[in-house]
């Protein structure tokens, strides 16, 4: 146990690709296992949503927009961070930096010419906040040959690895992706799509920004033609390292797959694009596990969609599954909590990534150091 006299904290910042808002998280590292101090979640104004959601595909005025919106969405981080600090209670000299990674609007790390682009300025953050901030966390594994995602996959692995057991851990924000903990090597990769697809049915036909614990979805049967159809996409037959996004998985995709299936309900398709995420996701993990009985834990936002627990539970019948409160972090808070643990590596010139997960040509020491 360490010295939980003298704390060790660091604040990470998330918002990811369902982009419904602004997570904070204020850990202390001076304890072994580590302590979440105070959490934050500032949801996105509808304005600032809908610009950010714009740029994710090739439009008009880009670089303009995409300037305006890099310090808005740094000023509403901030706003995220100054709120969780008041709440908290804590001097922000005690605070060693914030790990901010930043709003991604382009992921493409295939050859010749792979990169990936987060917004979210952390000059201004740093300016706004008075405090250190690490940001650009990806383009380093992608500069070593990697995918730069996953990157959480390092940190499930430093919190929730034991010894003896078979462990995978399963985030699903917009897009899922899988850490499998094995006793001999670690598996990470994006599974497809997540919440990202449902959430955008769900907008479209019920006017929500989710379908809340599923109960949509759940209100209807799949069609299992429509969902071998979308088992199709040659995504989910490449095999890791790999990583994935809205570039991919978006309204266009969808229309195109619903092409010759304008006949179906909408709850039906909701029930469809559920169990698109939950096989795509067991698919996963049969595939690479060395083991029908471990143990799953879910996080993200998908953590609270019980119809989707459900139909994972069902894809796989050997494995104990649960969310990410039975083994000591709540799922909302797991992926705000990697990037702080990230920035600690950060300042502390050690590795964040797993070359074996990202396909770099070797661990990286990942992001930059912006002072306050």
């Not at 910042?13 to 904070?24: L, R």
């Not at 990697?146 to 990157?151: E, I, R, T």
């Not at 479209?204 to 809340?212: C, E, G, L, S, V």
Request: glycine share 10%; charged share 15%; net charge negative.
């Amino acid at each position: 146990m360490g010295d939980n006299n003298t704390p060790l904290l660091f604040i990470g910042v998330m918002s990811g690709t369902s982009m419904d808002g602004v997570d904070a998280v204020l850990v202390d590292f001076a304890t072994t296992p580590l302590r979440t101090v105070a959490f934050h979640h500032l949801p996105y104004p509808e304005e600032l949503r809908a610009g950010v959601l714009s740029l994710c595909q090739p439009d008009h005025d880009e670089i303009n927009r995409l300037g305006q919106l890099d310090v808005q969405l740094a000023r509403l981080y901030a706003d995220c961070v100054n709120e969780l600090i008041s709440s908290a209670g804590v001097e922000r000299l005690q605070i060693n930096a914030i790990g901010c990674h930043g709003q991604t609007i382009r992921h493409q790390p295939n050859p010749p010419h792979a990169f990936t682009l987060q917004i979210g300025d952390p000059n201004t953050l740093a300016e706004l906040t008075g405090i250190s901030v690490v940001s650009d966390f990806r383009r380093r594994d992608i500069a070593a040959g990697g995918q730069g995602a996953p990157l959480v996959p390092a940190f499930h692995h430093h919190l929730f690895h034991v010894e003896g057991k078979v462990r995978c851990v399963v985030n699903i924000g917009g897009i899922a992706n899988i850490t499998l903990l094995q006793q001999r090597d670690i598996v990470g990769f994006d599974t497809g799509p997540g919440n990202v697809l449902m959430d955008y049915w769900c907008n479209k036909h019920q006017q929500k920004r989710y379908d809340k614990n599923g109960d949509w979805a759940a209100s209807a049967e799949p069609d299992e033609q429509l969902l071998a159809t979308m088992l199709q996409t040659p995504y989910f037959a490449i095999t890791a390292p790999k990583s994935t996004g809205r570039e991919l998985f978006n309204a266009g995709w969808l229309m195109d797959q619903l092409s010759d299936y304008g006949h179906l309900d909408t709850a039906i398709v909701q029930s469809t694009l559920c169990s698109l995420t939950a096989i795509s996701i067991s698919q996963a993990i049969n595939a690479y596990a060395n083991t029908h009985n471990g143990e799953l834990y879910i996080c993200g936002g998908g953590a609270f969609n019980f119809e989707l627990l459900k139909r994972l539970a069902q894809s796989l019948p050997g494995w104990h599954v649960a969310t990410t409160d039975e083994i000591g972090l709540a799922p909302h808070w797991v992926e705000a909590t990697a990037f702080a643990w990230l920035a600690k590596q950060r300042v502390n010139g050690k590795t964040g990534s797993l070359s074996a997960v990202t396909g770099a040509i070797a661990p990286r020491v990942l992001g930059a150091i912006y002072p306050p």
